[in-house]
Protein backbone atom coordinates (compact mmCIF):
# COMPACT_ATOMS: atom_id res chain seq x y z
CA UNK A 1 0.00 0.00 0.00
CA UNK A 2 1.31 3.00 -0.75
CA UNK A 3 1.85 6.76 1.29
CA UNK A 4 -0.55 8.21 -1.00
CA UNK A 5 -3.96 6.43 -0.10
CA UNK A 6 -2.57 5.95 3.42
CA UNK A 7 -2.39 10.04 4.35
CA UNK A 8 -5.45 11.03 2.86
CA UNK A 9 -9.11 11.47 3.55
CA UNK A 10 -12.15 12.64 2.42
CA UNK A 11 -12.77 15.65 4.81
CA UNK A 12 -8.97 16.68 4.02
CA UNK A 13 -9.92 16.90 0.46
CA UNK A 14 -12.67 19.15 1.10
CA UNK A 15 -10.40 21.87 2.65
CA UNK A 16 -7.87 21.26 -0.28
CA UNK A 17 -10.61 22.17 -2.64
CA UNK A 18 -11.90 25.31 -0.69
CA UNK A 19 -7.84 26.49 -0.57
CA UNK A 20 -7.81 26.17 -4.08
CA UNK A 21 -11.20 28.28 -4.59
CA UNK A 22 -9.49 30.56 -2.32
CA UNK A 23 -6.56 31.09 -4.34
CA UNK A 24 -7.72 31.02 -7.88
CA UNK A 25 -11.09 32.32 -7.54
CA UNK A 26 -10.15 36.20 -7.09
CA UNK A 27 -8.15 35.48 -10.66
CA UNK A 28 -11.36 33.51 -11.82
CA UNK A 29 -14.13 36.48 -11.14
CA UNK A 30 -11.51 39.25 -13.26
CA UNK A 31 -12.05 36.91 -15.78
CA UNK A 32 -15.77 35.90 -15.93
CA UNK A 33 -17.25 39.77 -15.03
CA UNK A 34 -15.28 40.76 -17.99
CA UNK A 35 -18.46 39.37 -20.87
CA UNK A 36 -21.23 41.88 -18.38
CA UNK A 37 -23.25 44.16 -20.59
CA UNK A 38 -23.46 46.13 -17.27
CA UNK A 39 -21.21 49.17 -16.52
CA UNK A 40 -20.09 47.50 -13.73
CA UNK A 41 -18.06 44.30 -13.04
CA UNK A 42 -20.97 41.73 -12.30
CA UNK A 43 -21.03 38.09 -13.52
CA UNK A 44 -22.84 37.87 -17.01
CA UNK A 45 -25.99 34.90 -17.16
CA UNK A 46 -27.27 34.89 -20.58
CA UNK A 47 -26.36 38.46 -21.32
CA UNK A 48 -23.01 37.06 -22.70
CA UNK A 49 -21.11 40.46 -24.34
CA UNK A 50 -17.63 41.06 -25.81
CA UNK A 51 -18.31 45.27 -25.70
CA UNK A 52 -15.87 46.12 -23.14
CA UNK A 53 -13.22 44.41 -25.28
CA UNK A 54 -14.21 46.65 -27.77
CA UNK A 55 -14.35 49.43 -26.51
CA UNK A 56 -11.09 48.65 -24.82
CA UNK A 57 -9.58 48.94 -28.61
CA UNK A 58 -10.90 52.14 -29.42
CA UNK A 59 -9.22 53.69 -26.48
CA UNK A 60 -5.81 54.85 -27.53
CA UNK A 61 -4.50 55.44 -23.78
CA UNK A 62 -5.11 51.90 -23.09
CA UNK A 63 -3.46 50.61 -26.75
CA UNK A 64 -0.39 52.69 -26.14
CA UNK A 65 -0.11 51.61 -22.47
CA UNK A 66 -0.27 48.10 -23.91
CA UNK A 67 2.69 48.91 -26.21
CA UNK A 68 4.73 50.75 -23.86
CA UNK A 69 4.07 47.55 -21.93
CA UNK A 70 5.72 45.50 -24.43
CA UNK A 71 8.63 47.35 -25.43
CA UNK A 72 9.82 47.60 -21.63
CA UNK A 73 9.13 44.07 -20.83
CA UNK A 74 10.85 42.68 -24.02
CA UNK A 75 13.86 45.07 -23.47
CA UNK A 76 14.04 44.28 -19.55
CA UNK A 77 13.95 40.88 -20.25
CA UNK A 78 16.60 40.96 -22.61
CA UNK A 79 19.39 42.95 -20.43
CA UNK A 80 17.87 40.60 -17.49
CA UNK A 81 18.56 37.57 -19.40
CA UNK A 82 21.66 38.11 -20.56
CA UNK A 83 22.89 39.50 -17.19
CA UNK A 84 21.59 36.77 -15.17
CA UNK A 85 23.25 34.71 -17.11
CA UNK A 86 26.39 35.71 -16.71
CA UNK A 87 25.59 36.14 -13.01
CA UNK A 88 24.58 32.23 -12.88
CA UNK A 89 27.67 30.81 -15.11
CA UNK A 90 29.79 32.83 -13.01
CA UNK A 91 28.69 31.59 -9.52
CA UNK A 92 28.24 27.60 -10.90
CA UNK A 93 31.49 27.58 -12.47
CA UNK A 94 33.51 29.44 -9.78
CA UNK A 95 34.72 29.11 -6.14
CA UNK A 96 35.66 31.50 -3.82
CA UNK A 97 35.55 32.37 -0.36
CA UNK A 98 31.68 33.67 0.69
CA UNK A 99 30.24 32.11 -2.45
CA UNK A 100 27.37 31.03 -1.23
CA UNK A 101 26.73 34.74 0.97
CA UNK A 102 27.56 36.66 -1.83
CA UNK A 103 25.36 34.92 -4.50
CA UNK A 104 22.40 36.20 -2.06
CA UNK A 105 22.82 39.86 -3.28
CA UNK A 106 21.53 38.21 -6.13
CA UNK A 107 18.64 37.99 -4.79
CA UNK A 108 17.92 41.58 -2.92
CA UNK A 109 16.02 42.78 -5.49
CA UNK A 110 13.50 40.36 -4.68
CA UNK A 111 14.12 40.94 -0.81
CA UNK A 112 13.80 44.75 -0.89
CA UNK A 113 10.59 46.23 -1.17
CA UNK A 114 9.91 47.51 -4.71
CA UNK A 115 8.72 50.61 -2.90
CA UNK A 116 12.44 51.53 -1.57
CA UNK A 117 13.62 50.22 -4.76
CA UNK A 118 11.48 52.60 -6.99
CA UNK A 119 12.05 55.62 -5.06
CA UNK A 120 15.69 54.60 -4.70
CA UNK A 121 16.62 54.36 -8.50
CA UNK A 122 14.29 57.52 -9.84
CA UNK A 123 16.64 59.26 -7.90
CA UNK A 124 19.68 57.87 -9.16
CA UNK A 125 18.23 57.80 -12.52
CA UNK A 126 17.76 62.00 -12.24
CA UNK A 127 21.78 61.85 -10.77
CA UNK A 128 23.45 59.64 -13.43
CA UNK A 129 21.08 61.50 -15.88
CA UNK A 130 19.75 58.48 -17.05
CA UNK A 131 16.13 59.27 -19.19
CA UNK A 132 12.77 58.75 -17.44
CA UNK A 133 10.63 56.77 -19.49
CA UNK A 134 11.89 54.10 -21.46
CA UNK A 135 15.23 53.60 -20.03
CA UNK A 136 14.37 54.41 -16.85
CA UNK A 137 11.50 51.79 -16.64
CA UNK A 138 13.62 49.30 -19.08
CA UNK A 139 16.34 49.97 -15.82
CA UNK A 140 14.51 49.19 -13.67
CA UNK A 141 12.71 46.08 -14.31
CA UNK A 142 15.75 44.50 -15.95
CA UNK A 143 17.19 44.77 -12.04
CA UNK A 144 13.59 43.75 -10.52
CA UNK A 145 13.25 40.59 -12.53
CA UNK A 146 17.23 39.61 -12.58
CA UNK A 147 16.75 37.27 -9.17
CA UNK A 148 14.13 35.28 -11.07
CA UNK A 149 16.41 34.76 -14.01
CA UNK A 150 19.30 33.99 -11.96
CA UNK A 151 17.57 31.71 -10.18
CA UNK A 152 16.16 29.75 -12.94
CA UNK A 153 19.44 29.53 -15.23
CA UNK A 154 21.29 28.50 -11.84
CA UNK A 155 19.64 25.65 -11.25
CA UNK A 156 19.69 24.55 -14.92
CA UNK A 157 23.39 24.96 -15.12
CA UNK A 158 23.30 22.54 -11.84
CA UNK A 159 22.24 19.48 -13.49
CA UNK A 160 24.86 20.70 -16.81
CA UNK A 161 27.19 17.72 -17.32
CA UNK A 162 30.48 19.75 -17.69
CA UNK A 163 32.09 16.00 -19.24
CA UNK A 164 30.88 17.24 -22.41
CA UNK A 165 32.60 20.05 -22.62
CA UNK A 166 35.48 18.42 -21.55
CA UNK A 167 34.63 15.68 -24.12
CA UNK A 168 34.34 18.70 -27.24
CA UNK A 169 37.96 20.02 -26.03
CA UNK A 170 39.89 16.88 -25.90
CA UNK A 171 38.25 15.63 -29.17
CA UNK A 172 40.26 19.20 -30.37
CA UNK A 173 37.50 21.73 -30.50
CA UNK A 174 38.58 25.00 -29.24
CA UNK A 175 36.54 27.13 -26.46
CA UNK A 176 35.17 29.29 -28.94
CA UNK A 177 33.34 25.95 -31.01
CA UNK A 178 32.62 24.15 -27.87
CA UNK A 179 30.41 27.39 -26.89
CA UNK A 180 28.97 27.43 -30.29
CA UNK A 181 28.04 23.88 -30.40
CA UNK A 182 28.03 22.30 -27.32
CA UNK A 183 27.47 24.77 -23.96
CA UNK A 184 25.02 27.51 -25.81
CA UNK A 185 22.19 24.61 -27.37
CA UNK A 186 21.78 22.67 -23.78
CA UNK A 187 21.79 25.40 -21.72
CA UNK A 188 20.05 28.14 -24.35
CA UNK A 189 16.58 26.97 -22.99
CA UNK A 190 17.13 27.95 -19.33
CA UNK A 191 18.16 31.11 -20.93
CA UNK A 192 15.29 31.86 -23.08
CA UNK A 193 13.21 30.27 -19.81
CA UNK A 194 14.50 32.85 -17.66
CA UNK A 195 14.16 35.28 -20.19
CA UNK A 196 10.45 34.72 -20.20
CA UNK A 197 10.06 34.71 -16.45
CA UNK A 198 11.76 38.37 -17.22
CA UNK A 199 9.39 39.39 -19.45
CA UNK A 200 5.98 38.48 -17.26
CA UNK A 201 7.59 40.28 -13.81
CA UNK A 202 8.63 43.29 -15.64
CA UNK A 203 4.84 43.25 -17.71
CA UNK A 204 2.99 43.02 -14.21
CA UNK A 205 5.51 45.23 -12.25
CA UNK A 206 3.45 48.19 -10.21
CA UNK A 207 4.98 49.29 -7.35
CA UNK A 208 8.26 50.73 -8.48
CA UNK A 209 7.25 51.47 -11.74
CA UNK A 210 4.49 53.85 -10.28
CA UNK A 211 7.78 56.01 -9.16
CA UNK A 212 9.75 55.21 -12.94
CA UNK A 213 6.71 56.43 -15.80
CA UNK A 214 6.93 59.43 -17.05
CA UNK A 215 3.74 60.79 -18.29
CA UNK A 216 3.41 58.99 -21.80
CA UNK A 217 5.13 56.03 -21.01
CA UNK A 218 2.13 54.28 -18.39
CA UNK A 219 2.16 50.88 -18.69
CA UNK A 220 -1.00 48.67 -17.86
CA UNK A 221 -0.46 47.96 -14.69
CA UNK A 222 0.25 51.21 -13.60
CA UNK A 223 -3.39 52.37 -16.13
CA UNK A 224 -5.24 49.32 -14.28
CA UNK A 225 -4.18 50.80 -10.37
CA UNK A 226 -5.31 54.03 -11.63
CA UNK A 227 -8.83 53.01 -12.49
CA UNK A 228 -9.59 50.99 -9.63
CA UNK A 229 -8.91 54.53 -8.09
CA UNK A 230 -11.08 56.41 -10.08
CA UNK A 231 -13.89 53.93 -9.97
CA UNK A 232 -14.75 50.22 -11.31
CA UNK A 233 -15.35 49.61 -14.72
CA UNK A 234 -15.66 46.62 -16.66
CA UNK A 235 -12.63 48.06 -19.10
CA UNK A 236 -10.50 47.23 -15.77
CA UNK A 237 -11.75 43.45 -16.40
CA UNK A 238 -11.12 43.46 -20.44
CA UNK A 239 -7.36 44.67 -19.63
CA UNK A 240 -6.71 42.55 -17.13
CA UNK A 241 -7.83 39.95 -19.20
CA UNK A 242 -5.42 40.13 -21.72
CA UNK A 243 -2.54 40.77 -19.24
CA UNK A 244 -3.04 37.47 -17.67
CA UNK A 245 -3.67 36.07 -21.73
CA UNK A 246 -0.65 37.41 -22.27
CA UNK A 247 1.91 36.65 -18.73
CA UNK A 248 0.28 32.91 -19.01
CA UNK A 249 1.44 32.02 -22.32
CA UNK A 250 4.57 33.69 -21.78
CA UNK A 251 5.06 31.76 -18.21
CA UNK A 252 3.79 28.32 -19.77
CA UNK A 253 6.10 28.88 -22.48
CA UNK A 254 9.00 29.33 -20.24
CA UNK A 255 7.92 26.37 -17.88
CA UNK A 256 7.91 24.13 -21.04
CA UNK A 257 11.57 24.99 -21.69
CA UNK A 258 12.98 24.97 -18.21
CA UNK A 259 12.65 20.84 -17.83
CA UNK B 1 51.84 39.31 -51.81
CA UNK B 2 48.62 38.98 -50.47
CA UNK B 3 48.16 39.16 -46.92
CA UNK B 4 45.73 36.31 -46.07
CA UNK B 5 42.72 37.48 -44.46
CA UNK B 6 41.55 35.36 -41.00
CA UNK B 7 38.05 33.96 -41.95
CA UNK B 8 35.07 35.06 -39.20
CA UNK B 9 35.42 31.48 -37.95
CA UNK B 10 39.26 32.10 -37.19
CA UNK B 11 38.57 34.98 -35.49
CA UNK B 12 35.73 34.03 -33.03
CA UNK B 13 38.38 31.35 -32.00
CA UNK B 14 41.32 33.73 -31.52
CA UNK B 15 38.54 35.97 -29.61
CA UNK B 16 37.13 32.95 -27.62
CA UNK B 17 41.01 31.85 -27.09
CA UNK B 18 42.13 35.25 -25.46
CA UNK B 19 38.53 35.57 -23.96
CA UNK B 20 39.54 32.07 -22.19
CA UNK B 21 42.62 33.56 -20.94
CA UNK B 22 41.51 36.47 -19.35
CA UNK B 23 37.88 36.66 -18.85
CA UNK B 24 37.69 33.83 -15.84
CA UNK B 25 34.37 33.24 -14.23
CA UNK B 26 35.30 34.81 -11.35
CA UNK B 27 34.48 37.83 -13.47
CA UNK B 28 31.14 36.83 -14.80
CA UNK B 29 29.70 36.48 -10.98
CA UNK B 30 31.86 40.15 -10.03
CA UNK B 31 29.65 41.47 -13.18
CA UNK B 32 26.37 40.09 -11.99
CA UNK B 33 26.92 41.52 -8.48
CA UNK B 34 28.40 44.58 -10.00
CA UNK B 35 25.22 45.26 -11.60
CA UNK B 36 23.04 44.71 -8.31
CA UNK B 37 25.88 46.97 -6.42
CA UNK B 38 25.33 49.65 -9.11
CA UNK B 39 21.71 49.66 -10.07
CA UNK B 40 20.31 48.82 -6.34
CA UNK B 41 22.50 48.83 -3.44
CA UNK B 42 24.75 52.34 -4.51
CA UNK B 43 20.85 54.09 -5.27
CA UNK B 44 19.14 52.75 -1.70
CA UNK B 45 22.98 54.10 0.01
CA UNK B 46 22.51 57.54 -1.72
CA UNK B 47 19.22 57.96 -0.09
CA UNK B 48 21.21 58.42 2.52
CA UNK B 49 22.11 62.32 1.82
CA UNK B 50 19.07 63.11 0.52
CA UNK B 51 17.37 62.01 3.87
CA UNK B 52 19.23 64.29 6.03
CA UNK B 53 19.03 68.33 5.78
CA UNK B 54 22.45 69.01 5.41
CA UNK B 55 23.54 72.19 6.05
CA UNK B 56 20.65 73.69 8.55
CA UNK B 57 21.10 73.24 12.06
CA UNK B 58 18.79 70.30 12.26
CA UNK B 59 20.04 67.88 10.01
CA UNK B 60 18.24 64.59 11.24
CA UNK B 61 14.56 66.72 10.90
CA UNK B 62 13.52 63.70 9.19
CA UNK B 63 14.66 61.09 11.32
CA UNK B 64 12.45 62.86 13.72
CA UNK B 65 9.80 63.55 12.62
CA UNK B 66 9.80 59.61 11.56
CA UNK B 67 9.23 58.88 15.87
CA UNK B 68 6.06 61.00 15.33
CA UNK B 69 3.32 58.03 16.59
CA UNK B 70 1.63 58.23 13.25
CA UNK B 71 5.43 56.71 11.21
CA UNK B 72 5.63 54.34 13.95
CA UNK B 73 2.75 53.05 14.28
CA UNK B 74 3.09 52.36 10.50
CA UNK B 75 6.42 50.55 11.27
CA UNK B 76 4.31 48.63 13.90
CA UNK B 77 1.61 47.96 11.90
CA UNK B 78 3.78 46.69 8.51
CA UNK B 79 5.17 44.25 11.23
CA UNK B 80 2.37 42.94 12.53
CA UNK B 81 -0.10 43.01 9.36
CA UNK B 82 3.29 40.66 7.97
CA UNK B 83 3.09 38.01 10.73
CA UNK B 84 -0.33 37.42 10.73
CA UNK B 85 -0.24 36.89 6.95
CA UNK B 86 2.76 34.81 7.35
CA UNK B 87 0.89 32.52 9.89
CA UNK B 88 -2.65 32.52 7.28
CA UNK B 89 -0.17 31.86 4.71
CA UNK B 90 1.71 29.04 6.20
CA UNK B 91 -1.20 27.02 7.29
CA UNK B 92 -2.85 27.07 3.90
CA UNK B 93 0.44 26.94 2.07
CA UNK B 94 1.26 23.55 3.93
CA UNK B 95 -2.04 22.18 3.15
CA UNK B 96 -1.11 22.62 -0.55
CA UNK B 97 2.14 21.10 0.11
CA UNK B 98 1.26 18.38 1.73
CA UNK B 99 -1.65 17.63 -0.89
CA UNK B 100 1.00 18.05 -3.75
CA UNK B 101 2.86 15.30 -1.60
CA UNK B 102 1.17 12.99 -0.45
CA UNK B 103 -2.06 12.77 -2.12
CA UNK B 104 -2.37 14.29 -5.66
CA UNK B 105 -2.50 12.21 -8.44
CA UNK B 106 -1.42 14.45 -11.27
CA UNK B 107 1.62 16.20 -9.36
CA UNK B 108 2.61 18.58 -12.57
CA UNK B 109 -1.17 20.24 -13.33
CA UNK B 110 -2.08 20.74 -9.60
CA UNK B 111 1.36 22.10 -8.94
CA UNK B 112 0.78 24.45 -12.54
CA UNK B 113 -2.03 25.62 -10.97
CA UNK B 114 -0.62 27.19 -7.63
CA UNK B 115 2.06 28.80 -9.62
CA UNK B 116 -0.38 29.70 -11.99
CA UNK B 117 -1.24 33.32 -9.91
CA UNK B 118 1.90 33.93 -9.39
CA UNK B 119 2.77 34.80 -12.65
CA UNK B 120 -0.23 37.50 -13.10
CA UNK B 121 0.05 40.72 -12.06
CA UNK B 122 -0.44 41.44 -8.40
CA UNK B 123 -2.74 44.70 -8.68
CA UNK B 124 -4.61 41.95 -10.94
CA UNK B 125 -4.97 39.53 -8.30
CA UNK B 126 -6.19 42.35 -5.72
CA UNK B 127 -8.48 43.44 -8.10
CA UNK B 128 -10.29 40.38 -8.14
CA UNK B 129 -10.30 39.93 -4.31
CA UNK B 130 -12.06 43.75 -4.27
CA UNK B 131 -14.52 42.67 -6.30
CA UNK B 132 -15.26 39.58 -3.90
CA UNK B 133 -15.43 41.95 -0.88
CA UNK B 134 -16.80 45.05 -2.92
CA UNK B 135 -20.34 45.04 -0.67
CA UNK B 136 -21.88 45.75 -4.64
CA UNK B 137 -19.49 43.41 -6.38
CA UNK B 138 -20.31 40.06 -8.03
CA UNK B 139 -19.91 38.10 -5.42
CA UNK B 140 -22.52 39.69 -3.24
CA UNK B 141 -24.93 40.39 -6.22
CA UNK B 142 -24.97 36.32 -6.85
CA UNK B 143 -24.96 35.49 -3.11
CA UNK B 144 -26.79 38.41 -1.19
CA UNK B 145 -23.96 38.14 1.10
CA UNK B 146 -21.84 41.36 1.80
CA UNK B 147 -18.40 39.77 3.79
CA UNK B 148 -18.42 43.46 5.22
CA UNK B 149 -14.30 43.38 4.96
CA UNK B 150 -13.92 45.90 2.42
CA UNK B 151 -11.11 48.29 3.92
CA UNK B 152 -10.48 46.52 7.52
CA UNK B 153 -7.39 45.04 8.24
CA UNK B 154 -8.93 41.23 7.81
CA UNK B 155 -9.26 42.08 4.38
CA UNK B 156 -5.37 43.36 3.72
CA UNK B 157 -4.64 40.32 5.52
CA UNK B 158 -6.62 37.93 3.69
CA UNK B 159 -5.24 39.76 0.41
CA UNK B 160 -1.66 39.11 1.45
CA UNK B 161 -2.31 35.67 1.98
CA UNK B 162 -3.85 35.09 -1.33
CA UNK B 163 -1.24 36.95 -3.26
CA UNK B 164 1.61 35.14 -1.30
CA UNK B 165 0.36 31.86 -1.10
CA UNK B 166 2.47 30.36 -3.93
CA UNK B 167 5.85 31.49 -3.22
CA UNK B 168 4.88 29.75 0.48
CA UNK B 169 4.05 26.32 -1.46
CA UNK B 170 6.85 26.02 -3.48
CA UNK B 171 9.39 26.00 -0.63
CA UNK B 172 7.59 23.36 1.63
CA UNK B 173 6.50 20.82 -0.98
CA UNK B 174 10.69 20.64 -1.51
CA UNK B 175 11.25 19.77 1.85
CA UNK B 176 8.03 17.48 2.18
CA UNK B 177 9.36 15.46 -1.28
CA UNK B 178 12.69 15.06 0.20
CA UNK B 179 11.48 13.21 3.05
CA UNK B 180 12.34 9.60 2.70
CA UNK B 181 8.81 7.94 1.81
CA UNK B 182 10.42 4.89 3.85
CA UNK B 183 10.27 6.58 7.32
CA UNK B 184 6.56 7.26 7.08
CA UNK B 185 5.87 3.87 6.12
CA UNK B 186 8.19 2.56 9.00
CA UNK B 187 6.35 4.78 11.49
CA UNK B 188 3.04 3.53 10.04
CA UNK B 189 4.14 -0.46 9.88
CA UNK B 190 5.50 -0.01 13.73
CA UNK B 191 1.91 1.37 14.62
CA UNK B 192 1.59 4.95 14.97
CA UNK B 193 -1.68 6.35 13.29
CA UNK B 194 -1.72 9.07 10.70
CA UNK B 195 -1.56 11.65 13.36
CA UNK B 196 1.27 10.53 15.23
CA UNK B 197 3.15 9.84 11.47
CA UNK B 198 2.58 13.47 10.70
CA UNK B 199 3.68 14.69 14.09
CA UNK B 200 6.68 12.83 15.05
CA UNK B 201 7.85 12.11 11.43
CA UNK B 202 6.20 14.54 8.70
CA UNK B 203 6.53 17.83 10.46
CA UNK B 204 9.58 18.17 12.21
CA UNK B 205 11.43 16.88 8.61
CA UNK B 206 10.09 19.54 6.96
CA UNK B 207 10.47 22.41 9.63
CA UNK B 208 13.59 23.92 7.05
CA UNK B 209 11.02 24.33 4.19
CA UNK B 210 8.45 26.01 6.96
CA UNK B 211 11.16 28.34 7.75
CA UNK B 212 12.30 29.70 4.43
CA UNK B 213 8.31 29.92 3.37
CA UNK B 214 7.63 32.09 6.58
CA UNK B 215 10.67 34.38 5.80
CA UNK B 216 10.13 34.97 2.23
CA UNK B 217 6.18 35.43 2.95
CA UNK B 218 7.07 37.98 5.99
CA UNK B 219 9.66 39.95 4.17
CA UNK B 220 7.37 40.25 1.16
CA UNK B 221 3.84 41.04 3.09
CA UNK B 222 5.67 43.59 5.38
CA UNK B 223 6.54 45.71 2.49
CA UNK B 224 3.59 45.29 0.23
CA UNK B 225 2.43 48.47 -0.94
CA UNK B 226 -0.67 47.41 -3.17
CA UNK B 227 -2.40 44.63 -0.51
CA UNK B 228 -3.17 47.60 1.83
CA UNK B 229 -3.31 50.35 -0.85
CA UNK B 230 -6.72 48.68 -3.03
CA UNK B 231 -7.94 46.08 0.01
CA UNK B 232 -7.39 48.71 3.10
CA UNK B 233 -8.19 52.10 4.24
CA UNK B 234 -6.37 54.74 5.70
CA UNK B 235 -6.28 53.03 8.78
CA UNK B 236 -4.25 50.03 7.22
CA UNK B 237 -1.58 51.62 5.68
CA UNK B 238 1.45 50.10 6.28
CA UNK B 239 5.42 51.39 6.05
CA UNK B 240 5.24 51.26 1.94
CA UNK B 241 2.53 53.19 1.61
CA UNK B 242 3.46 56.13 4.07
CA UNK B 243 6.49 56.55 2.07
CA UNK B 244 5.16 56.08 -1.25
CA UNK B 245 2.59 58.95 -0.14
CA UNK B 246 5.37 61.04 1.21
CA UNK B 247 7.15 61.17 -2.08
CA UNK B 248 4.29 61.04 -4.28
CA UNK B 249 1.98 63.28 -2.82
CA UNK B 250 3.50 65.30 -0.51
CA UNK B 251 6.55 65.46 -2.53
CA UNK B 252 8.70 65.58 0.62
CA UNK B 253 11.78 62.93 -1.19
CA UNK B 254 13.82 64.07 2.37
CA UNK B 255 11.55 62.45 4.36
CA UNK B 256 10.50 59.55 2.44
CA UNK B 257 14.18 58.70 1.92
CA UNK B 258 14.42 58.83 5.86
CA UNK B 259 11.80 56.18 5.97
CA UNK B 260 12.86 53.91 3.38
CA UNK B 261 15.98 53.95 5.26
CA UNK B 262 14.56 53.31 8.74
CA UNK B 263 12.56 50.53 7.02
CA UNK B 264 16.02 49.16 5.38
CA UNK B 265 17.98 49.20 8.49
CA UNK B 266 15.09 47.38 10.29
CA UNK B 267 15.11 44.80 7.75
CA UNK B 268 18.74 43.93 7.68
CA UNK B 269 18.39 44.11 11.34
CA UNK B 270 15.76 41.69 10.84
CA UNK B 271 17.71 38.75 8.36
CA UNK B 272 20.57 39.08 10.74
CA UNK B 273 18.89 38.33 13.85
CA UNK B 274 17.14 35.53 11.93
CA UNK B 275 20.62 34.44 10.47
CA UNK B 276 21.79 33.47 14.31
CA UNK B 277 18.98 31.44 14.98
CA UNK B 278 18.51 29.73 11.42
CA UNK B 279 20.89 29.85 8.58
CA UNK B 280 20.04 32.10 5.94
CA UNK B 281 22.03 30.75 2.75
CA UNK B 282 20.37 27.45 3.97
CA UNK B 283 16.91 28.80 4.14
CA UNK B 284 17.06 30.71 0.58
CA UNK B 285 18.69 27.75 -0.67
CA UNK B 286 15.04 26.43 -0.67
CA UNK B 287 13.48 29.05 -2.76
Known sequence: MSTKTRLEGVKFQGVVTI?????LLPVIIVVLTSFTTQTFPTIPREDFSFEWYVRLLQDEKLLRALTVSFIVATGSAILSA???????????????????????????PMII????????????????????????????????????????????LLTFDEDLERASRVLGADPATTFRHVTGPIVSPAILAGGFIAFVVSFGEFTATQFLISPDTSTVPVVIYTMLRTGLTPTINALSVILITVMVVVALSSRRLAS | MSVERPTLGQVTHIVGDRLQGRISNHHL???????VGFFLILPIIFLIPESLNLGSSTPFESYRRAMDS????????????????????????YLLAYYLT?????????????????????VIRYFGILLFLSPAGPFANLTGIDPGLLF???????????????????????????????????????????????????????????????????????????GPAVLGGPQQAMIANVIAKAFLENFNIQFASALAIIYTILLVGFLIAFNTVFDIQEVLGDI
Open chain 2, 29 to 35: ALLGVSF
Open chain 1, 82 to 108: IIGTIAAIGFVRSTFPYKQQISTVMLL
Open chain 1, 19 to 23: VFAFL
Open chain 2, 102 to 122: FAARRVRIVMTLIIVPLWIAY
Open chain 1, 113 to 156: SPVITGIALVRYFGKIQLPSGYPALIMGHTILSLPYVFLLVRSE
Open chain 2, 152 to 226: TSPAVILGLANVYLPFAVLPLYNSLNAINKELIDASRVLGADKWWTIIKIIFPLSLPGLVAAGLIVFILAAGSFL
Open chain 2, 70 to 93: IYVDAFVRSFIFGLATTAVTLSLA
